[in-house]
Each structure stands twice: as C-alpha cells, then as structure tokens.
C-alpha cells in the first residue's frame, strides 16, 4: 500500500491561474480530508469529503476555492484564479472510517507557489 | 474558538537529556489531544494521544486541564527524535464536536537533538 498519494509535490502558478490538486487516499478509505499550512503556521482544516459528498467545508475560503472526492478517481482540491497568499503547502489526509481520528494518514503534501 | 500554541518554534538538546516540548490549548469543553510528527522527508504522522495514555519511542504526554497543556515528555533524548512535533487538538464529543478529523495544529516546534 502506497499511502495516501498527492500530486503534483511541487506546483508553479501565475497570478490568476488555476490549480488543481490532486490525492489518493489509502487503499479501502473513504474519508479524505484537507489540511492547508501557511508559512510559518501550523496546518488548518480546510474540508472534509466523503465518496461524493462535502461533509464539512468550514474552513474552505468563500470563494475560488472548492473540493471533491467522486466515486471513481481521487480527491481534487481547485484553486481558481490564485493569488500570492494562496502560497502554501496543501495536506490531504484520509482514513477508513469516520471517527478514526487516531487513524488519520497524511499525504506528502503539494507545495503551491504563486507567481 | 479552540487554539493550540506551541512556544518553542526551535528546540535544541544533547543526546541523553530531557526534553519537553510544549504544548498550550485554550477549549472551553473537554478536548482530545495528540502529538504528531514529520522526520526528514518523510509523511505527518501520528505519535501519541492522550486517551491512549501510551508511552511511545519513550514519549509521553499528560493532559493537565488545569493548566490546559499538554507537553510532550522525553526522559533521554536519541539523535533519530530530531523531526518537527505538532500538538493538535480535536474538540470533544460532548461539546458538539465532530466525530471525524477535524484538527486544530499548533505551530509546530523543531526538536534537533545533537550527538
């Protein structure tokens, strides 16, 4: 089992792109989670999904930012029309259950710069 | 809010002294709280919690509510401790809290023991 699988590690974006993440949860888990660490911050909760279903978007940002998690393929955070604070690294994390707190695996992380 | 402040941003010891790494929340119920951590190029990963109330790699971690901390305990510090610790905090169930994985991270603190 590979872990829970992000890409791309490294992604450059001009002011204005788009940005789309990627992450593959572990093999069997059907939670996946999103964490967003600004420089010189600890990791913040952004959202929650299960298969086809946003179950807690409490810390996603009002606009240009949305998520999902569809029943075939992985995880896609997108970022429309980025900005410079968007600059950070993106954790994606999952688990096989919903109240495996203690279980929650993370992924390496995308490291986001803005141009 | 909750909120989880780790003082220290850097850490420093020799190996085979005592560290501890601290760990302040502010939560007005009764929360769940854990230790993370990420060695060099590799993924955040879960160390301890305090339910467990489990010893670790010779970690340990009490809660104190009275002081609301939850400092993470080393007697003999070994060069492969060196990583970056996050505390985190889950709010408890009873307070309306989640039942799934929605953390509150500190800062983080870069613990480097030297030989």
């Known amino acids: 089992n590979a872990g829970v699988m992000q890409n791309p590690r490294h992604l450059v974006r001009r002011r204005g792109q788009e940005a789309r993440l990627r992450c593959s949860p572990m093999?069997?888990?059907?939670?996946v989670y999103w964490y967003r660490q600004l420089p010189e911050e600890g990791l913040k909760f952004m959202v929650y999904l299960q298969k086809e279903n946003i179950i807690d978007e409490s810390g996603m940002p009002k606009e240009r930012f949305s998520a999902e998690f569809p029943k075939e393929g992985p995880s896609i955070l997108r970022i429309q029309q980025v900005v410079r604070g968007d600059s950070a690294a993106y954790f994606c994390?999952?688990?096989?259950?919903?109240?495996?707190?203690?279980?929650?695996?993370f992924g390496s992380g995308t490291q986001l710069s803005v141009l | 809010a909750q909120r989880v402040t780790q003082p220290e941003k850097l850490l420093s010891v020799f190996k085979g002294a005592p560290v501890e790494l601290k760990c302040n929340y502010s939560y007005s119920g009764s929360p769940e709280l854990f230790w993370y951590v990420q060695y060099s190029r590799q993924r955040l990963q879960l160390l301890l919690r305090h339910i467990s109330r489990e010893s670790i790699k010779g970690f340990t971690a009490d809660l104190n509510k009275g002081e609301t901390s939850f400092h993470l305990k080393k007697p003999f510090a070994q060069e492969e401790d060196s990583a970056m610790y996050y505390c985190?905090?889950?709010?408890?169930?009873?307070?309306?809290?989640?039942?799934?994985?929605?953390?509150?991270f500190g800062q983080g603190t870069i613990l480097t023991v030297h030989p």
């Open positions: 985190a905090l889950k709010e408890g169930m009873g307070a309306g809290g989640t039942s799934y994985g929605k953390l509150t």
């Open positions: 994390a999952s688990s096989s259950r919903q109240g495996a707190v203690e279980k929650l695996f």
């Open positions: 093999k069997g888990h059907s939670h």
